[in-house]
């Protein structure tokens, strides 16, 4: 399964198709909490993406050999909230051990999605049988959907603050000032991301 | 009872477990000393994180001060005041030198029952957008646009824009941050000190005769506050009056004397002065003070202020030789020397 097709096929799925945000609604409070300022987007997009990519690769490694050999996949749920939990913490603190600066750009951010569903949802997903392959991800391939459902996310966040910072000097309804807005455009991408899902590269591989 | 049971309390007791230990030990092995003293300062902060310190919020400033990095004296945190200046110094062991409260206000009264207009401005509800096209609806070029640019900066909530279009402080949730001031594009916004409760509230620099065609609260230059005020605390320039409230100038008497009624007093009520029966009719206030026929009285005898017509201005405390005058009333009482505070 290791055919360069599959994860380019895997990447586009993780940013457009199946965007988190916009085709799967999970992360929304993120999503409309900190898309005033791009700036502030950007920060949080790279948090996402930094602490999927962890949260996939470890919790594919708890799921495949401490989870599926002991039978008892169904504690999945609660096993990812604590270790993806555990393991953000234990990174928060060797960053502002070792990296204040990228700890001053991140700080804030990391303790706010450590059990963000967005990211709960990718470890999930990683360890769900395929719907394409009818076989679970691989360990690359759970790494590589990780930080591309992170790209996708941080795309959304980007798309929205952008869009938001722009509605912030737009004549709209008194009613409808703020966060109201901000649904509605939500609302209008999600539709416009649902172009995305007749999307397929490379029929031959199915999908 | 079979082993499988066990297996979910066992791998999740000893994931758990794990990262317990783990983190506990990661605490200790990667704890970065913060000095705590930021925490207490940040406590005592506003938390309005106006930016008028010149660091990016509260925090900033927080860790600025324990650090040493700025004067601790918290002159620097505007919003704080003296108050929490000197709750900073005993953190850190330091004397705190006294702040000045000052206020923003706003120098124009031309409401659009006041100020005409020359055109609608329909655009976005921005000042600087206004002052893009054509410098703004209203004629005079330095009046208050009204559209709220201040209002919306202010973390305090401490300004808002009246029906007829000016935007007006509120002296009591001012804190003298001088996010506002920045902001203005017409720069009509400035900080007074708080005290002193008197502004101009006009920024017209035109000929009187010009102004006068339209603005009937704008300022024509005619200088009569200059003369009220001989202390020289307020000089023309460029056809506007210039208040200078370091010299702690009573501008009661330059407010009651303009024409156009271009000052502003904070204070509704003053303080009324009183003649005593000390008085031997000396007429020495007489002389002294700016209203004329407040102060009426025989030579040699007891005079009498006519408390309607005062305005409070306290001149005549001083003019008096026997001290026979007091202020009574309400109002505060002005402030009439330097250095009393």
């Excluded at chain 2, 310190?53 to 003296?82: H, L, M, Q």
């Excluded at chain 2, 009719?281 to 002389?287: I, L, N």
Aim: hydrophobic residues 45%; positive net charge; proline residues 5%.
């Amino acid at each position: 399964m290791m055919n360069p097709i599959s994860l380019i096929e895997i990447s586009i799925g993780a940013i457009f198709i199946n965007n988190f945000v916009l085709s799967r609604f999970l992360g929304l409070c993120p999503f409309f909490g900190v898309s005033k300022k791009v700036s502030s987007a950007a920060g949080m997009g790279m948090a996402v993406i930094f602490v999927m990519t962890i949260a996939s690769s470890f919790s594919w490694v708890i799921f495949n050999y401490i989870l599926h050999p002991y039978h008892i996949e169904y504690l999945r749920t609660i096993v990812f909230i604590l270790v993806i939990a555990g393991l953000v913490q234990l990174v928060e603190m060797a960053l502002q051990k070792y990296s204040p600066t990228l700890y001053e750009s991140l700080g804030i951010f990391l303790p706010l999605i450590t059990t963000n569903c967005a990211v709960l949802g990718v470890a999930i997903i990683n360890t769900d049988l395929n719907q394409t392959t009818g076989s679970p991800y691989t360990f690359i391939e759970s790494l590589l959907n990780g930080i591309m459902s992170g790209v996708g996310f941080s795309l959304a966040l980007l798309l929205m603050a952008g869009i938001r910072e722009k509605t912030e000097f737009s004549p709209v309804p008194k009613a409808l000032e703020g966060l109201p807005i901000a649904f509605i455009t939500a609302g209008l991408m999600a539709l416009a991301f649902l172009g995305f899902s007749g999307l397929n590269f490379f029929p031959a591989v199915g999908g | 009872m079979p082993i499988e049971l066990l297996y979910p309390v066992i791998v999740v007791g000893s994931v758990g477990l794990f990262f317990g230990v783990g983190l506990a030990i990661a605490s200790k092995k990667l704890q970065v000393y913060v000095n705590p003293r930021i925490a207490q300062i940040l406590g005592l902060l506003p938390g309005a994180n106006c930016g008028a310190c010149g660091y990016p919020g509260c925090s900033g400033f927080a860790k600025a001060v324990a650090e040493g990095k700025t004067e601790a004296s918290g002159s620097v945190c505007v919003p704080g005041g003296s108050k929490i200046a000197h709750a900073i110094a005993d953190i850190l062991g330091i004397t705190a030198d006294a702040v000045e409260p000052m206020m923003a206000v706003v120098h124009c009264n031309g409401g659009s029952d006041k100020a005409l207009e020359r055109s609608r401005y329909e655009g976005i509800t921005d000042c600087h957008a206004a002052i893009l096209i054509g410098n703004g609806s209203k004629i005079c070029q330095d009046g208050c646009l009204g559209l709220g640019s201040c209002v919306r900066v202010c973390p305090f909530n401490a300004i808002h824009v009246t029906k007829e279009g000016v935007a007006v402080v509120d002296a009591d949730k001012c804190t003298g941050c001088g996010k506002c001031v920045k902001v203005c594009p017409r720069k009509i916004i400035s900080l007074i000190p708080k005290v002193h409760k008197i502004f101009l509230a006009c920024s017209n620099h035109d000929r009187g005769a010009k102004v006068k065609k339209y603005c009937s609260v704008g300022c024509t230059a005619c200088s009569l506050c200059v003369k009220a005020t001989p202390s020289g605390a307020i000089i023309m320039e460029n056809n506007l009056p210039v208040l200078d409230y370091a010299k702690e100038e009573n501008f009661i008497p330059a407010a009651y004397k303009c024409p156009s009624r271009c000052f502003t007093d904070l204070v509704k009520t003053r303080s009324k002065a009183n003649i005593d029966t000390k008085c031997n009719g000396c007429t020495a206030c007489v002389a002294v003070c700016p209203v004329p026929g407040v102060i009426s009285g025989e030579k040699d005898q007891r005079h009498v202020i006519d408390k309607d017509k005062c305005i409070g201005c306290g001149i005549c405390l001083n003019a008096c030789p026997l001290h026979a005058i007091s202020m009574w009333g309400v109002g505060p009482l002005v402030k009439t020397t330097a250095g009393k505070r």
